[in-house]
């Protein structure tokens, strides 16, 4: 069964420090993984996903992160953090078994200091 | 493009009783999936249908039923509400052309809360 752990339900930064959000997932074939952001006050949105192509996949607002098999991981980056990142940030599973059951880790919540 | 469209925004309803949400998809969009969204447990899938049927279900008791009709939107129905249903319902929709790789694009979704 697919499942996604996101060590972490706050992580606080510093503005123009690095950004770093884990994401763990398990499924028994090869998985899409997704990034959905949720500013506030604004709807759940697509940052970047994960479909075999590159393993290293650039998404919106400078994120990026990169599937590792061998870690099951999918981990979320961004070199520098602007105020404007805080935000609530889930990873996401999907197996290609006929059509959607999209498996959601339970969300890191993203503080930038000043 | 019009985004996904949800309603009502917001109900209120008392133990027992049953609530409808709608989901009016992207135009185009042929699958609709249903997520249960409560503080520190991320969004929960409940089901997703396409063409009228319903392909793949999460782990939620039977009092949580949905339906699409041909024009691809659809309803979520859940029956005898308890004080945990209060949370805020998800619908999104995709193309869905395979294989679970295709965006989903998100509704402001129904926040419900049970009294």
Sequence with gaps: AQSVTQLGSHVSVSEGALVLLRCNYSSSVPPYLFWYVQYPNQGLQLLLKYTSAATLVKGINGFEAEFKKSETSFHLTKPSAHMSDAAEYSCAVSEGTGGFKTIFGAGTRLFVKA | ?115
């Excluded at chain 2, 999936?33 to 319903?54: A, D, I, K, R």
């Excluded at chain 2, 859940?78 to 509704?107: I, K, M, N, P, W």
Aim: glycine share 12%.
């Design chain 2, 1 to 115: 493009k019009a985004g996904v469209t949800q309603t009502p925004r917001y109900l209120i309803k008392t133990r027992g009783q049953q609530v409808t949400l709608s989901c009016s998809p992207i135009s185009g969009h042929r699958s609709v999936s249903w997520y249960q969204q409560t503080p520190g447990q991320g969004l929960q899938f409940l089901f997703e249908y396409f063409s009228e049927t319903q392909r793949n279900k999460g782990n939620f008791p039977g009092r949580f039923s949905g339906r699409q009709f041909s024009n691809s939107r659809s309803e979520m129905n859940v029956s005898t509400l308890e004080l945990g249903d209060s949370a805020l319902y998800l619908c999104a929709s995709s193309l869905e052309r395979g294989g679970g790789a295709d965006t989903q694009y998100f509704g402001p979704g129904t926040r419900l809360t049970v009294l």
